[in-house]
């Protein structure tokens, strides 16, 4: 590099050059209007990158860029028209880059009801009722993700597949349809059983699966925002069949055994056994019990250890987030949020929430549940105390009217309201379908609900299960529920007449332990052996169990047992030898 002065005066004139073509290529940009029809090629923008990046600017340049479209003024709350074009716009938008469940969307606009669609797979079959058929491709390859995070499940179906435990076995299952769920229900088939399938909630079907599903000859009957009366037809269709009578239920919260006890009867009697994973399902179960009703025994799998301390807990710890952020994009931090109800599904809501930085309050009735809640550092209150103040609304509770048209009333404007439980009963949400407010879509399973003053509340999910509605849940804790789900039916169907009556059950703590112990090799985890010496001195067996059966993991049993439902189970798990907790021994032995 030369340092004569003649050298110095050629660079600073280039450079002077070079910053004064930045300068023109700026204003050149600067001043262009923003219009729907304005495109810039990728040629333009790679030249101005360049052009900035070769050499800084000096002066900053004064033309601002003009929208000349959207020279209004926006006021606090947009017009009634401007609300329905804002609405088209983003829910356009929106629909393309967020999709609940993270489920494929067909790109056609075909709103036509496949209830008024005639679809064949490719055996020629029309014993389903899905979306769209041709989707069952995109829906396979999400189940093969699945499997990949439930080898329990999968370990289970190969070792068991040869000696077809559930061979005879007419299922008719009820349950979310997800790439989770599809993996059990293609171990229910491979160990011998005939399933149909429909959804338990409106919301949460993801249609490429259903249709990978009814591919294979599962006859599914269920969509992705199906109407109320579609609900109840696809669960019609899937019991009222010619020729085919159901002989188990596999039910995630009870309308599908409400719907065969209510309208066939004697196809009710002839059941064999039902399993039911969900608060409100068991709910049901116990008032059939109580009531001299339930003429067939039925498995509680909600109150499992496995289905509370993981599915519940863990699951709902991470998916609250993702469903709340997927829809909303609300930033947690500083947010004040209170979670209605205390169990594990709250508990979990409330650690993810803590951890993000909100400020959180808990509503209990239970007074161990709240004690808990204090002793984990929430503020435990009435929802009427702070319902004028707090951002965020979630019920986890199962039961009816947590949050009313009053206290909706009181809310702050941008408020957002959302439901973790199993069913829509939690918020009054027929309430607010009144002629003084104003209903929009804004995004799939969004609506602001608006009052005549202007004020917006965020209505997720229409107040239905808000992370099976909105996102997705971790694969490995549904394989843990899954697991037991499957065994549970093996059991039932395999028990020998006399061992269960017509009551309700928990499942005997030898199978809980049997399906974590599964689940510990993905975690290469090294269980520590009792010697003789221990177990003697605790009154153990070497195998397990190894917690009596009032041994709670923390969790206070909401569904109390009377003196004939506890000798019934001292009496089971003395004779506890079945055909599930031979498949899961033989399955933790091979590993």
């Not at 073509?21 to 990158?49: D, F, H, P, Q, R």
């Not at 029309?126 to 499997?147: L, M, P, T």
């Not at 009217?401 to 009181?410: C, E, S």
Request: charged residues 25%.
């Amino acid at each position: 590099m030369s340092d004569t002065p003649g050298d110095g005066k050629l660079e600073l004139k280039q450079a002077s050059k070079e910053v004064k073509e930045s300068e023109n290529v700026a204003e050149k940009y600067s001043a262009m209007t923003v219009s729907k029809n304005s495109e810039i090629t990728m040629g333009e923008l790679s030249v101005s990158s360049a052009a900035f990046s070769a050499v800084p600017i000096h002066k900053p340049v004064k033309k601002q860029i003009q929208f000349v479209e959207d020279k209004q003024e926006f006021s606090r709350f947009p017009t009634k028209a401007g609300r329905r074009s804002l609405s088209r716009s983003i829910s356009q938008s929106s629909t393309d880059s967020y999709s609940s469940a993270a489920s494929y969307t067909d790109s056609s606009d075909d709103e036509t009801s496949p209830r008024d669609k005639t679809q064949l797979n490719s055996k020629g079959t029309s014993d389903f009722c899905v979306k769209n058929i041709k989707q069952a491709e995109f829906g396979r390859r999400e189940i093969e993700i699945a499997e990949q995070d439930m080898s329990a499940l999968i370990s289970l179906r190969k070792r068991a597949q040869g000696e077809k435990p559930l061979a005879g076995a007419k299922i008719v299952g009820c349950t979310h349809i997800t790439a989770q769920t599809a993996v059990l229900i293609e171990t229910l088939v491979a160990l011998g059983a005939q399933c149909r399938w429909t959804a338990c909630n409106i919301y949460s079907t993801q249609n490429e699966v259903a249709a990978a599903l009814s591919e294979i000859g599962v006859a599914v009957f269920a969509w992705k925002g199906e109407s109320e009366d579609d609900f109840w037809w696809c669960i019609d269709k899937c019991v009222n069949m010619e020729g085919w009578q159901p002989n188990m239920i596999l039910d995630d919260g009870g309308d599908l055994t409400h719907w065969v006890y209510k309208k066939y009867p004697n196809v009710f009697k002839k059941i064999r056994g039902i399993v039911e994973e969900s608060v409100t399902g068991v709910h049901r179960l116990y008032q059939l019990s109580k009531a001299g009703k339930l003429c067939v025994p039925a498995m509680n799998v909600n109150d499992s250890v496995t289905k509370q301390k993981f599915d519940n807990l863990y699951c709902c710890r991470e998916s609250i987030l993702d469903g709340l952020k997927r829809t909303t994009d609300v930033m947690f931090g500083g947010k004040q949020v209170v979670v209605c109800g205390y169990g594990e599904v709250g508990k979990g809501c409330t650690a993810a929430l803590k951890a993000m930085g909100s400020i959180v309050y808990v509503t209990e009735i239970d007074p161990i549940c709240a004690l808990q809640a204090c002793m984990d550092g929430f503020r435990v209150v009435k929802l009427n105390e702070v319902i004028r103040q707090v951002d965020v609304i979630i019920t986890c509770t199962g039961n009816k009217n947590v949050v009313t048209r009053d206290q909706l009333d009181r809310m702050k404007n941008g408020s957002i309201v959302c439901n973790m439980g199993h069913s829509n009963t939690e918020i009054d949400v027929a309430s607010l379908r009144t002629p003084e407010l104003t209903w929009e879509r804004v995004r799939s399973q969004v609506d602001h609900v608006i009052w005549p003053d202007g004020k917006r509340v965020i209505l997720l999910a229409e107040g239905r299960l808000l992370n099976l509605s909105c996102s997705t849940v971790p694969t490995f804790v549904l394989s843990i529920t899954a697991t037991t789900q499957a065994l549970a039916l093996i059991e039932l169907y395999n028990a020998p007449e006399g061992r269960y009556k017509q009551d309700v059950y928990l499942l005997p703590k030898k199978m809980d332990e049997y399906v974590a112990s599964l689940h510990l090799p993905t975690f290469d985890a090294h269980l520590t052996e009792l010697s003789d010496e221990q177990a003697k001195y605790l009154g153990l067996n070497k195998n397990g169990p190894f917690k009596p059966n009032y041994y709670r993991y923390n969790h206070p049993s909401k569904i109390p047992l009377n003196d004939t439902q506890i000798s019934d189970l001292c009496t089971i798990y003395l004779q506890w030898i079945p055909t599930a907790t031979a498949y899961m021994f033989s399955l933790v032995q091979s590993s």
